[in-house]
C-alpha cells in the first residue's frame, strides 16, 4: 500500500484534541505545505478543533514560511509548547500567534527547546517525564512563570522535585498523537534522507514518540525515490517509523533560501566569499568578543552581535582555530547570519539536534556567545521577553540549556537601547544618550540566572559598547572602559543599580576601533599584535 498522500488527506488525519508535534527550527525544516492544509481544512470544516501543538524549536518565521501561523486560529488551537516563536521588527504586524498570545485565546507556553527534546524521549521510552536541573531559577522554575506566557497558560507543565536529596524540576512527558517530520527525500517505503536540509534537528525523536505510542508520523520531501535506492548509512528516519508521506517540491531550504548547496555540505565555500562585516560598533563589540577565545575552544554562538564573531576570526586570518556549534545541530564551519541563521556553510559534521542539546546541557563545550536584553543586579540575563513588543523576542530557544551549565559565557549587546552612537579617534563617541536602560534592578523574564552561575562557579562576561562587566559573587563589576567613554557620566550613571569597578580598571586597546585588523591571535590566548589579552 503508498504511503503517498496530498497534504489535504494528511490533514484529514489529524482529529479534534489530538497533540501534533512538528519539527522545524524557524524556516528551517518546516513541513510548511502540511501545516498551511491543517489550516485550510479548518476554514473549511471547522476540524481539527483544540488541538495542542509541541515546536521543540520553532515553527517558521514572519518572511514567507508560515508555520505555526496556519494554526492560529480561534478554535483550531487550544495549547502550544514552543522553543520559541516567530519574531521580527517591531515596525512589522505581529504574528496571528502572538496576537492570540496576548489576547489569551490559546494557552502558550515557551518551554527550553532542550527540555522539549528530552519530553519527547521520555514519551517514546514511556518514562513519566524529564527530571533536570535546567531552567531552575529562571522563567522555566514554577516559582517564576513555570513557562507560562500568558493568563491561559494556566494548567502547570513543570513542578520542584527532591531526588536523592538534592532539588530538581520535573517537567511531565507529553505523547504526541501525531508527529509533522520534514526531510528531502523519501523512498516508497518511507525511509528519510537529509541531503538538502541544513540540520537533522529532532525528527528521529519525534517520529519515536509518536508511533511508540500509537500514533501517526507524517513525512514531508522534496521527492521521492524508488525503494533499495537509499544507502542506508544516509537515511536518518526509517521507513518504518513514517506512516505517510507529503511532496511538496518546492519546499525552501531554509528562510528565504530555496537552496544553497554549501548550508547541507554539497560544497564548500572558499573563506574569501564570507563577507567581512563593516566597520561599526557592532563589529568593535563584535571583536572585542573574539578576544574572550582561545585556541582549540569549541564554542556555542548565538542570534545578535556575537553572530559577527565567526567572521571576525575569518577577517583576521584565526578561522579554524574555534569549532563553532549551534543548537540546530551544526558542529564547524561558518555560521550563517540573518535569514539563514541556524545553519552553518562548510560545516565539519550535523548532529541531530536532541544529541547537541545533551551536550550542552552537560557543559562539555568550553564558551558560548550570546546576546542581552536586560542584565540585572543578580547578572541575570532576560533574553526572551519583552512585554512592551513581545513579537520582537521569539523566546528562549535553547538559550537556557546552553546556559546552564556552560564553564564560559560571553553576553554581548548595547549599555542602553536607543543611543545614537559613533566611532572617533579611535574611540566610541556617544551623540545622543538612550532612553531605555538595559542594566536594571531585576529583569523582565530570567533566561540566565546570575545566581545560579555565581553558585556554580561559571565565568560570565559583559561585554557592551562602553565596558566590559564581569559576573562577581557581590554582583555586576567594571573591568575595562571603552576610550572615549565618560566612566561616571556614561556607564555608572546609566545603569538603574550600582556596579562596582576594578581597582586595575583596563582601557579596551583602540585598535578595535579602527578600520583594519586589529592583529588577533588565539594562539595560546587571545592577543593583539603579540600583546597578551
Not at 522555566?140 to 507543565?157: F, K, L, V, Y
Not at 524540576?169 to 523519501?186: E, G, H, K, Q
Not at 542602553?416 to 529583569?443: F, H, Q, T, Y
Not at 567613554?485 to 576594578?502: F, H, K, N, S, T
Amino acid at each position: 500500500m503508498s504511503k503517498l498522500v496530498s497534504a489535504a488527506r494528511a490533514a484529514s488525519l489529524i482529529m479534534d484534541g489530538m497533540v501534533v508535534s512538528v519539527s522545524s527550527s524557524s524556516g528551517l525544516g518546516c513541513p510548511d505545505a502540511v501545516l498551511a492544509a491543517i489550516g485550510e481544512r479548518f476554514d473549511a470544516e471547522g476540524h481539527p478543533k483544540n488541538i495542542t501543538t509541541l515546536h521543540p524549536i520553532a515553527a517558521g518565521d514572519m518572511y514567507g514560511i508560515r508555520g505555526i501561523d496556519h494554526l492560529a486560529k480561534p478554535g483550531l488551537l487550544k495549547r502550544t509548547l514552543c522553543g520559541s516563536y516567530p519574531s521580527g521588527p517591531s515596525s512589522s504586524e505581529p504574528p496571528q500567534i502572538w496576537k492570540m498570545i496576548s489576547d489569551n485565546s490559546v494557552a502558550a507556553y515557551n518551554v527550553p527547546s532542550g527540555i522539549l527534546f528530552d519530553m519527547h524521549r521520555e514519551a517514546a521510552a514511556k518514562r513519566p517525564g524529564v527530571l533536570t536541573k535546567v531552567g531552575l531559577d529562571t522563567f522555566a522554575d514554577p516559582r517564576h512563570q513555570g513557562c507560562a506566557m500568558n493568563a491561559a497558560a494556566s494548567e502547570p507543565i513543570v513542578s520542584v522535585q527532591q531526588f536523592d536529596g538534592e532539588e530538581w524540576l520535573y517537567f511531565r512527558s507529553i505523547v504526541p498523537d501525531v508527529s509533522i517530520i520534514r526531510a528531502t527525500t523519501a523512498d516508497e517505503r518511507g525511509n528519510l534522507t537529509y541531503e538538502h536540509e541544513g540540520a537533522y534537528l529532532g525528527g528521529l525523536e519525534q517520529a519515536l514518540a509518536a508511533r511508540n505510542n500509537g500514533g501517526i508520523v507524517i513525512a514531508q520531501v522534496k521527492r521521492v525515490v524508488e525503494n533499495g535506492t537509499l544507502k542506508p548509512h544516509d537515511v536518518r528516519v526509517p521507513g518504518v517509523l513514517v506512516d505517510h508521506i507529503v511532496v511538496a517540491p518546492d519546499q525552501l531550504q531554509t528562510t528565504l533560501t530555496r537552496y544553497d548547496p554549501a548550508i547541507s555540505g554539497e560544497i564548500f565555500r572558499p573563506l574569501s566569499t564570507f563577507r567581512n562585516a563593516e566597520m561599526s560598533v557592532q563589529k568593535v563589540i563584535a571583536r572585542r568578543v573574539a578576544m574572550e577565545l582561545a585556541d582549540g575552544m569549541a564554542v556555542n554562538i548565538g542570534f545578535g552581535i556575537s553572530a559577527n564573531v565567526p567572521r571576525i576570526l575569518i577577517e583576521e586570518g584565526q578561522h579554524g582555530k574555534v569549532t563553532w556549534v549551534i543548537e540546530q545541530g551544526a558542529v564547524g564551519g561558518v555560521p550563517l547570519l540573518d535569514f539563514k541563521f541556524g545553519c552553518s556553510s562548510n560545516a565539519d559534521a550535523f548532529m541531530p539536534s536532541p544529541h547537541q542539546f545533551i551536550y550542552f546541557q552537560g557543559g562539555g563545550f568550553d564558551a558560548s556567545l550570546l546576546s542581552f536584553l536586560q542584565i540585572d543586579r543578580h547578572g541575570s540575563v532576560n533574553v526572551s521577553k519583552l512585554s512592551a513588543r513581545p513579537h520582537v523576542t521569539a523566546g528562549a530557544g535553547g538559550f537556557v540549556d546552553i546556559t546552564a551549565r556552560a564553564k564560559k559565557i560571553v553576553f554581548s549587546g548595547f549599555f542602553n537601547a536607543g543611543a545614537r552612537l559613533s566611532l572617533a579617534d579611535g574611540g566610541i563617541r556617544i551623540d545622543g544618550e538612550g532612553k531605555v536602560k538595559k542594566v536594571v534592578g531585576e529583569v523582565e523574564h530570567i533566561s540566565f540566572s546570575g545566581k545560579r552561575a555565581v553558585a556554580q562557579g561559571q565565568d560570565i562576561t559583559y561585554i557592551t559598547e562602553r565596558c566590559v562587566m564581569k559576573l562577581t559573587p557581590d554582583g555586576l563589576m567594571v573591568t575595562e572602559l571603552a576610550p572615549g567613554i565618560d566612566l561616571e557620566r556614561d556607564v555608572l550613571a546609566q545603569a538603574e543599580i550600582p556596579l562596582a569597578v576594578a581597582n586595575d580598571l583596563k582601557v579596551t586597546p583602540d585598535a578595535l576601533y579602527r578600520d583594519r585588523p586589529i592583529g588577533l591571535s588565539l594562539n595560546g590566548g587571545a592577543s593583539l599584535g603579540g600583546a597578551h589579552v
